[in-house]
């Protein structure tokens, strides 16, 4: 009987000790993320990944290179929205509802909005390196290779 419980007990510890460790592989993402314009390769903002109380994770714009235009905050002028074209960046959600899929080591399922375009993307992330996280945005199906892909740095901090 003792035996019984035991291995009970240590079945028990081991399904959590794996779900832990899948929690913490899939929280890795949470973290700021320097972005770079795609043709200058310059610094262009800051992006704060987060996990919702829904278990989701999003990202937010909390840091932009050049914040004013016409000496304005810079706002979603591109938005075919119209409600939206008066809506700060600085504070625009621009990742929402990735899952973590422990398979293929990537966070899928999600969108990335483009506030350079206005326009939103289906996307999947992985990390390139320890440090570098790759973002790819697609039209259609990932595989039809109809995207683009940008490779963001983790910062240890936000950005003044």
Known sequence: MKITITLA???ISMVFAGKASAQSKADKIVGYY???DDETKAEKSQVQIFKSTNGKYYGKIVWLKEPLK????KVDDKNPDVKLQKRAIIGLEMLKGFKFNESDNEWNEGTIYNPS???TYNCYINFESANSLKIRGYIGASW????KTAIWTKE???RK
């Open 9 to 11: 007990l240590l079945v």
């Open 34 to 36: 320097l972005t770079y």
């Open 70 to 73: 016409d000496g304005k905050p």
């Open 117 to 119: 375009s206005g326009k």
């Open 144 to 147: 039809m290779g109809l995207g």
């Open 156 to 158: 240890a901090t936000l």
